[in-house]
């Protein structure tokens, strides 16, 4: 399937209206809360298109959705992409300063947001340039502050879909750096479908019957995609959770509840798993089929911890938020355990040296990828766009070879970006946050394999004069970070050095430091 093959005027929402001729009663997402039909969802997407509308939401205006994985989430998104808008899908573990950034940078007027994560924007919400409506999931918010649930309720459960081009942008996401704001990375109409088709159907072989659930979350196109766009784009249904997925509890209880046949997380959600003694005997995972891992490569222990007790393949594949999905991947009955796999057909890939000559078979070089899913640019960045989309070819930062057999295998990154937990981390966020706690003079934060074999930051730490090493401090400046930024980005282990090792220039060698 190429782009072209898409009518000209196309909108995503078709993903979840072309099941209503043949399968409406089917149930499509089920939920601890709410359990929807498709014509259930449809009706509230085209309830929630009209209330857009009288807030005089316009065709390519952003719109902010920061909510747990739930059945309204999923209704907003499609009630902003049939009206033409585009769907900002918010990262719920970002802390006030940077949902800041993003209701900024993507200019929202409005934004649809869960009570439980209305005190993440209590206190920047005064100071918003473009932010006029707050709509409040599941409670109240400030008075005038719509409340979801009376804001639709009025609302006809008819509405014409904007016949949007098919190029024309219906989502942004945000993804960060190493240094500097996150950048906004905005995906098409046409990127939906052909994802579905390229990797969801042709590559994972998902079929109407099967039901799909996973720990990446919503605002991630990995959830976006895997859990929402491709099965529905198949008629199958999904599962959605809005309990924290990195309790593994939390995962396997949703599990044995709703019965999925197709399970995404990232390779820590695995070793969580595998940690419990008790799993098989605790949990009914025989709903299952195939299991999928991507955010950060999968070690083959894992793979071969999770197939011995459990009896299921991981298909373990690379994507990426500028490509939206899934671009080299293992498939069933296709699967070298370790490496990322092959090429998914609609895409070509190169490893390149730094002249961009193409690297012989076995040796490391650059990932460049090509396809028609790519997104076209970062939002207003447009040095890092230039460095990033080069012509047909996007630049991953990513270390691959490939070997004699035609898969490839990762390894690394060209910039010093950490993935932990399949999200990213940047090392200099890190040390500028330990850096502002008061006995501290200098860190370096480099990538670190725990027991699993995954990645996760160590922080070097220069004290300053007159603060002495003691385990009392790791756990403060532990503490400290968890305070400051998203949890997942703490040090999990901290060593005190006397100095770091730097250029004659100054700047850090994280190189050498990494073990
Ligand atoms: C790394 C992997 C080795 C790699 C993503 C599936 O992770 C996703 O998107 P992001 O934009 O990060 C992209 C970067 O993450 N990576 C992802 N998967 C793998 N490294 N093996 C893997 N299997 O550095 C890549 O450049 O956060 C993953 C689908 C959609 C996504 N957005």
């Not at 952003?62 to 769907?87: Q, R, Y």
């Not at 920047?124 to 008075?143: A, M, P, T, W, Y």
Request: aromatic fraction near 10%.
């Amino acid at each position: 399937m190429k782009a072209s093959d898409l009518p000209l005027n196309y909108n995503a929402v078709n993903i979840l209206e072309h099941n209503l001729t043949s399968r409406a009663d089917k149930v499509a997402l089920y939920t601890a809360e709410r359990e929807l039909t498709f014509r259930q969802v449809a009706d509230e997407v085209n309830q929630i298109g009209h209330a857009l509308k009288k807030l005089d939401v316009h065709v390519g205006e952003s719109v902010g959705i920061l909510s747990p994985d739930c059945a309204e989430w999923v209704t907003s998104f499609f009630g902003i992409v049939k009206i033409g808008a585009v769907s900002v899908g918010m990262n719920t573990l970002l802390k006030p300063h940077e949902l800041n950034y993003i209701l900024n940078d993507s200019k929202a007027r409005v934004l649809i947001v869960h009570a439980a994560l209305l005190p993440s924007i209590e206190s920047i919400r005064d100071s918003q340039e473009f932010l006029k409506h707050v709509v409040v999931i599941g409670g109240r918010g400030r008075e005038g502050d719509p409340v979801f649930k009376e804001w639709i309720k009025n609302e006809p459960a008819e509405l014409g879909v904007t016949p949007t081009h098919r190029d024309d942008f219906c989502s942004l996401n945000y993804s960060s750096g190493t240094t500097g704001e996150p950048k906004g990375i905005l995906h098409a109409h046409k990127d939906y479908p052909l994802t579905a088709q390229l990797w969801g159907a042709n590559v994972l072989g998902l079929k109407e019957s099967d039901r799909a659930f996973g720990a990446p979350r919503l605002f991630f196109t990995f959830g976006t995609g895997g859990v929402l766009i491709f099965p529905w784009y198949v008629g199958a249904s999904t599962v959605l959770m809005s309990a924290p997925p990195r309790i593994a509890a939390n995962m396997l209880e949703t599990i044995q509840r709703f019965k999925p046949t197709l399970l995404y997380n990232a390779p820590t959600g695995y070793a969580a798993m595998l940690a419990m003694e008790d799993l098989k005997e605790k949990y009914d995972l025989s709903s299952l089929r195939l299991c999928v891992s991507a955010g950060e490569s999968l070690p083959a222990s894992i793979w071969h911890g999770w197939k011995e007790r459990t009896g299921l393949d991981i298909i373990d594949g690379i994507g990426s938020t500028e490509n939206f999905h899934i671009f080299i991947s293992n498939r069933p009955g296709d699967i070298r355990p370790g490496s990322s796999g092959k090429p998914v057909p609609g895409y070509e890939v190169r490893i390149v040296d730094e002249a961009f000559n193409d690297v012989a078979d076995g040796e490391v070089g650059n990932l460049l990828v090509k396809g028609e899913t790519a997104s076209l640019s970062y939002l207003h960045q447009y040095e890092k766009s230039r460095k990033t989309f080069i012509g047909e070819w996007l630049f991953t930062g990513d270390k691959y070879y490939k070997d004699k057999d035609g898969y490839y295998w990762h390894a690394g990154r060209s910039d010093d970006m950490l993935k932990v937990g399949g999200i990213w981390v940047s090392p200099v966020e890190v040390e500028s946050t330990l850096i502002s706690h008061p006995a501290v003079l200098e860190s370096a934060v480099v990538g670190h394999p725990d027991a699993s074999n995954l990645i996760k930051p160590k922080a070097f730490v220069v004290l300053k004069d007159g603060h002495a090493p003691s385990d009392e401090l790791k756990n403060t400046l532990v503490e400290y970070c968890k305070e400051k930024m998203a949890e997942y980005k703490r040090p999990r282990w901290i060593e005190f050095v006397s100095e770091l090792p730097k250029t004659a220039t100054g700047k850090i060698q994280r190189f050498k430091l990494r073990g």
